[in-house]
């Protein structure tokens, strides 16, 4: 079993982190009987991960410091341009 080594002890992200963050998120709602499954999209959080993990692997990111700050500018293919659009205001307030 991928979640276990020497001695049975269980790791607590197993795989790639993305499969870890869903399994996490599998582990909350299971914990929680009164979540009203018919609102959870996890096919949604995966095609997230997804543009998550695009913006990580595809962005050109150039970075200009300014006397008050810093300018980041990032671009990319259309794939990851797309990602930008989406994961930009869904991230914002962070």
């Known amino acids: 079993m991928h979640t ?30 009164e979540t009203d499954r018919t609102k959870v999209d996890l096919s949604g959080l ?6 998550m993990d695009r913006l990580l692997i595809g962005s050109i990111v150039t970075e200009t410091s300014l006397l008050d700050g810093l300018r980041v500018s990032v671009t990319g293919d259309a794939e990851t341009l797309a990602s930008l659009r989406r994961m930009v205001p869904a991230h914002a307030g962070q």
């Not at 790791?11 to 929680?32: D, H, W």
């Not at 995966?46 to 543009?51: A, L, P, T, W, Y």
């Open 4 to 33: 276990q080594m020497h001695g049975g002890a269980g790791l607590k992200e197993p795989g790639q982190c993305t499969f870890g963050a869903l399994a996490e998120v599998v582990r909350v709602l299971e914990a929680e009987p």
């Open 46 to 51: 995966c095609e997230h991960f997804v543009d």
